[in-house]
């Protein structure tokens, strides 16, 4: 896999995209259908990838040494995964870069489908120097908690016109945008993407396509629940099922 060295954050430039305020609940309002409280983590996973026969997922428990990967149809219906790895996996078990055997690695993934963007962001620390976030807090009375300052981010990438296909909650202080990818055939424009939302607080680690990411209506294992705040089927590979209530 190419490596990129990824811009640092830039302050001035998450205070410019973030200074409409729009936070956390207006992401569900603008969400262009609703969201069902009956779908569940699996009806959303096979939404955006649209599994065949033979493929596989890898799901985590909050421990990514956890991680096994499974033919779909072995994963019970009810599960909900804290984490999941955002593409399909061709195999339960592929090569490394070390060439050693691995149950989970880019290797094992044909192809990107989604590039999931987390922006997690740290207030000040009790006692320490205030941190530029921390300011960004202070001066932004409608985004003064990290998953709304995270939240506002998410709102920047539609407002650019990106092809958000989900954003969901990760339980904790960010929120995880899933982009589009699958039209993208050598990553070019994923890359601009992810540089452009480096620079903005993205977390670099997500860049590699194995890398395990927090599950749609995934449930942590103390009890948190990560769920779908927004939803676009546009920029989904299946369809959500039709649920009559």
């Not at 009810?78 to 399909?88: D, G, T």
């Not at 044909?110 to 000040?124: A, C, G, N, Q, W």
């Not at 407002?159 to 945008?177: E, I, N, Q, R, Y």
Request: net charge negative; aromatic share 8%.
């Amino acid at each position: 896999m190419k490596r990129f060295n990824w811009p640092k954050p830039d302050y001035a430039r998450i205070a410019e995209a973030t200074s409409s305020g729009r936070g956390f609940a207006d992401l569900t309002a603008r969400s262009p259908v609703p969201l069902s409280p009956y779908h569940t983590a699996l009806n959303y996973v096979q939404g955006l990838l649209d599994p065949k026969p033979g493929d596989c997922a890898c799901i985590a428990s909050d421990d990514p040494r956890t991680a096994e990967t499974l033919l779909w149809d072995e994963i019970d219906y009810a599960a909900r995964p804290p984490l999941i790895v955002p593409s399909i996996l061709n195999d339960r078990l592929g090569t490394n870069q070390s060439g050693n055997t691995s149950k989970r690695c880019a290797s094992m993934i044909s192809k990107r489908l989604y590039l999931v963007i987390e922006t997690d962001f740290r207030p000040d620390d009790p006692g320490a120097a205030p941190t530029p976030i921390g300011e960004l807090m202070r001066n932004n009375p409608h985004l003064t908690t990290p998953k709304e300052l995270s939240a506002g981010v998410a709102h920047h990438w539609l407002d650019l016109g990106w092809p958000v296909a989900m954003v969901l909650f990760s339980g904790g202080k960010s929120c995880h945008t899933w982009l589009a990818t699958w039209q993208d055939k050598d990553d070019e424009q994923a890359a601009k993407m992810f540089r452009y939302a480096t620079a903005l607080g993205a977390d670099p680690a997500l860049w590699t396509s194995c890398q395990l990411v927090r599950c749609p209506e995934g449930k942590r294992e103390d009890g948190r629940e990560q769920p779908v705040l927004y939803i676009d089927p546009r920029f989904m590979l299946g369809e959500l099922p039709v649920i009559d209530y």
